[in-house]
């Protein structure tokens, strides 16, 4: 059933040129199908790693600024999956790309609240406001949320 599945979102997604809410939006409702750490129910089968792969590759070469967005998915998809260094060598390597300063930052604590989020699976995304705002009044002295990366070579 998942080679099916494969076939034909490839077909849709390399035919209709999608924009990234759109592999965003195929990417979540692939990852909600269950898999052995989220078994539920369900007709439409085991979620398959090769299509959610397959989906994150896509997203991840639309453009520039959905690679973040792709590889902050693709990696919490592996860290569920228990795969943790494949999920922060993608991390490691974005962020060797990335500019130092903002936009990097911005980088390293989503990465962070992902890493950090709660164990009934929500990313840790949506309090991005929320913790932004309560580390706004940190002293810049104040290290102890930097997180260091290393990238594999």
Same mark, same amino acid.
């Given at each position: ?40 129910? $369900? ?5 398959? @790693? ?5 989906? =994150? %590759? !896509?997203?991840? +070469?639309? $453009? ?5 967005? @792709? ?5 919490? =998809? %592996? !860290?569920?999956? +228990? ?71």
């Amino acid at each position: 059933m998942a080679g099916q599945r494969l076939k034909t979102v490839s077909r849709l997604l390399r035919s209709y040129l999608p924009s990234p809410e759109v592999y965003k939006h195929a990417f979540d409702l692939e990852r909600a199908l269950p898999s052995p750490k989220n078994p539920k129910p $369900s007709e439409a089968g085991e979620s398959s @790693a090769r299509i959610l792969e397959y989906i =994150y %590759l !896509l997203w991840r +070469d639309h $453009s520039a600024s959905s690679k973040e967005d @792709a590889t902050f998915a693709y990696a919490a =998809y %592996l !860290l569920d999956s +228990d795969s943790i260094g494949e999920a922060t060598r993608l991390v490691n390597n974005l962020m060797a790309t990335a500019p130092f300063g903002e936009a990097r930052e911005a980088m390293e604590k989503r990465w962070k609240g992902i890493l950090e989020r709660d164990p009934a699976g929500g990313e840790g995304d949506a309090n991005m406001e929320t913790d932004d705002a309560a580390n706004s009044d940190r002293t810049s002295d104040d290290d102890s949320s930097d997180v260091d990366f290393v990238v594999y070579s």
